[in-house]
């Protein structure tokens, strides 16, 4: 029956559409709380729709990517469910793996599990897929695995999983110019190198990116490529900045509604400075795009922002008016009563956000980020944009002062209406040690950081899901699910805290 | 071997001997900054002589390959043959591209294979 000699393919916390609200997702990055875990995985990462090959409705995004490219290239390569590996068997001679988190190694995974001190479900479900019998029965047969992704490097920290399962190639980085190679190379049964991290002198043209050939998750479609802002540790800032022209944005919408998929989520880094002018938003580009995006997925389609900086949302609101035009003239609706994206605050403080993140508040300075942060949520609130925030407790530059004055900013932010999580810096290697991290690390500042933000989430958590989530009747179930998580939640905290505070006071 | 298009052209091979015991790989970054300085060229195949078998012996060069964001790199395992080192020469020289050797901890066979060759290396840790 197989048809394949490519199989892509992943677990199932990233073969899911979430229930169609990519948010959900999250949750699956953290473990069971409060309710066995086929429960837990139902509610964040509910099997897709499949055809009788075996092939997803919706798939992870940057997988659609390379498969487009191997099919381009005139490979038989698809991707194939998790739970239809077994269909291919027989024709399969290469099975590349993606994942955007293999081992839980990246926020806000890390986050949960040094918080719980349990493996997350998507760590535990990536390697239960790994020893599936089909996977262990492709290796068997000689198919040679080829992992990669924006976690690829997870792979440098199991090693001795990679040994067992007889993982052949990692690669990191964008393949789109190089990977027809890698795979000629495979199904010749050349050597392959190891390990490859694809530079950013090696990254593709705008030209050499594909439109990709089925459904995307939630209908994720891409918008531009790297971030200008120029900081010295991230590896995005070097890739050239690559705007997505609107008619293969246009050409990718299309391909997920014919898949069924009805709406949208806009990806980028920062998806306010698609067509800017380097950190400074122009208006033009903005609105034809969502003028494009809207006339395509319709009235009734849902539309999401992947994610916006803070500073971008400000400057594009008070130099242009461009959010408030966005969400009146195209984005609001009846059916579309908010939309949500994902921010990045790290710190309240000015000090430490000049020293790990100068380019963030760029066009505005350092010294005013806290400014920059609550104007932009300010600007949010007033119009229904929801963000997802987090924050990052424990960087090794920061002083307890930091924490303190984050602490009392959060106050400001209060009555704005968003989720924000904190997240621990954990050092790599912590948490194998199979310890709570915390304890050892948590101080009396951050206790109350993690109280203000819980007390910040549940509160506007329970408000969103009354007003404005999950309202779709089919959703019931889910909206009662995570009704009882927040519950739980609550619960599970008025017992720890005590205990956390007693603990640190020793 | 068939080396790979596009990555493992224009590129500069580095042969990496690591020794036993504990080493610090992340220092090899400077070695890179510099030769790709001095040959104008971003991409690097380092080929990993050591008696870790694969791929065990990546747990030497995480620090080099977690600092990196700037280059092109090329992992390619070869044993643990003092002696190996000589045909991987031959491939490396036979490229046209040029060839450095470093030294991780301590693996003085290697370092004498290098001096013999006349390639150029350095002892690093």
Not at chain 1, 338 to 346: H, L, M, N, P, T
Not at chain 1, 436 to 457: M, R, S, Y
């Amino acid at each position: 029956m197989g048809v394949y000699e490519i199989v892509l393919s992943t677990d199932r916390t990233m073969m899911s559409n979430h229930h169609g609200k990519e948010f959900l997702g999250f949750l699956a990055t953290g473990p069971a709380m409060g309710v066995p875990e086929k429960l837990w995985q139902w509610l964040t990462a509910p099997k897709v729709p499949v055809d009788e090959l075996g092939r997803p409705r919706e798939a992870p995004y940057g997988m659609r990517k390379v498969e487009a490219v191997l099919v381009d290239a005139g490979f038989k390569a698809a991707i194939i469910d998790p739970d239809h590996l077994d269909k291919h068997l027989d024709t399969m001679k290469v099975l590349m793996i993606g994942h955007h988190d293999f081992f839980a190694y990246g926020p806000p995974s890390s986050e949960w599990w040094s918080l719980t001190g349990k493996e997350p479900l998507n760590r535990v479900c990536f390697k239960r897929f790994m020893e599936s019998p089909a996977v262990r029965k492709a290796k068997k047969k000689g198919v040679r695995i080829i992992a990669g992704g924006p976690a690829a490097w997870q792979w440098l920290w199991e090693l001795e999983l990679w040994h067992k399962w007889g993982v052949d190639t990692v690669i990191e980085g964008e393949v789109e110019r190089i990977i027809v190679d890698v795979v000629e190379k495979a199904l010749n049964g050349e050597p392959l190198p190891d390990y490859i991290y694809v530079g950013p002198g090696d990254s593709p043209s705008v030209e050499e990116i594909p439109v990709i050939k089925a459904g995307s998750v939630n209908g994720l479609v891409e918008i531009m490529r790297g971030c200008p802002r120029g900081c010295r540790f991230c590896s995005v800032t070097l890739r050239p900045l690559r705007f997505i022209p609107l008619e293969k944005i246009r050409e990718e919408i299309r391909v997920n509604i014919r898949a069924g998929i009805k709406g949208a989520i806009l990806h980028s880094e920062d998806v306010f400075l698609y067509g800017a002018d380097g950190v400074k938003p122009r208006p033009e580009p903005l609105l034809k795009l969502h003028k494009m995006v809207v006339e395509e997925i319709g009235e009734k389609g849902d539309l999401a922002w992947s994610h916006a900086s803070l500073s971008a949302i400000k400057y594009a609101e008070e130099e242009h008016r461009v959010v408030s035009r966005i969400m009146e003239e195209y984005v609001l609706n009846d059916h579309r009563r908010f939309i949500g994206v994902e921010v990045g605050i790290e710190t309240l403080s000015p000090r430490l956000a000049r020293i790990i993140m100068p380019g963030k508040s760029a066009p505005y300075p350092a010294e005013t980020w806290p400014d920059v942060v609550e104007d932009a949520f300010r600007i949010m609130h007033e119009n229904k944009i929801v963000p997802a925030a987090t924050l990052i407790l424990g960087l090794p530059w920061e002083k307890p002062d930091d924490v303190v004055y984050t602490a009392e900013m959060l106050d400001r932010l209060r009555p704005y209406r968003s989720i924000i999580v904190p997240m621990f810096f954990v050092p790599m290697g912590a948490l194998k040690k199979k310890d709570w991290f915390l304890k050892d690390h948590i101080k009396p500042e951050h206790v109350e950081v993690l109280k203000k933000t819980l007390e910040h989430t549940l509160y506007w958590a329970e408000d969103i899901i009354n007003k404005m989530y999950l309202k779709e009747p089919f959703l019931l179930p889910v909206r009662i699910g995570l009704k009882m998580f927040i519950k739980y939640v609550k619960w599970k905290t008025r017992r720890i805290l005590p205990h956390v505070e007693a603990m640190i006071r020793k | 071997m068939r080396s790979l298009k596009i990555l493992e052209e224009e590129n500069i091979h580095v042969i990496v001997g690591v020794g036993p015991g504990e080493v610090d790989s992340s220092r090899m970054y400077l070695v890179l900054s510099r030769l790709s300085r001095r040959y104008g060229r971003r991409r690097f195949t380092i080929h990993v002589v050591s008696s870790k078998p694969r791929p065990l012996y990546l747990e030497e060069l995480r620090g080099i390959l977690l600092k990196n964001i700037a280059y092109t790199l090329v992992l390619r395992y070869h044993g643990y043959s003092p002696e190996g080192v000589r045909n991987i020469v031959d491939l490396a020289r036979r490229s046209g591209s040029p060839v450095h050797g470093i030294v991780l901890g301590d693996f003085h066979e290697v370092a004498r294979v290098f001096e013999s060759l006349g390639i150029e290396y350095e002892v690093l840790g």
